[in-house]
Nanobody, 114 residues
């Protein structure tokens, strides 16, 4: 069983930055592909950023150039650095670990507003 715990969400003004963290229960990066998703009210959960199986990264067009996914294997933690935030980035952000099984964190709210 993999446990994922997100943190770092909050309220930020447009143009601001936040860094989300996803702490995993154990050394899972060699076995699981890690991604960040988000879900806005009334919308489906969508992929925001993720690692590929060969260690590369991919991003949705809406966040490319503004968000950066990274990981610290010593801390078993994945990060999502979010810069130049826009009101449309407002959503609950979820950490996802995928292999044969799929695991989700509980989510962290990000609100971009004046």
């Amino acid at each position: 069983q993999v446990q994922l715990v997100e943190s770092g969400g909050g309220l930020v003004q447009p143009g601001g930055s936040l860094r989300l963290s996803c702490a995993a229960s154990g050394s899972i990066f060699s076995s699981y592909v890690m991604c960040w998703y988000r879900q806005a009210p009334g919308q489906q959960r969508k992929l925001v950023a993720g690692f590929t199986r060969n260690g590369g990264t991919n991003y949705s067009d809406s966040v490319k150039g503004r968000f950066t996914i990274s990981r610290d294997t010593d801390k078993n933690t994945v990060y999502l650095q979010m810069n130049s935030l826009k009101p449309e980035d407002t959503a609950v952000y979820y950490c996802n670990a995928k292999s044969e099984y799929v695991y989700w964190g509980q989510g962290t709210q990000v609100t971009v507003s004046t």
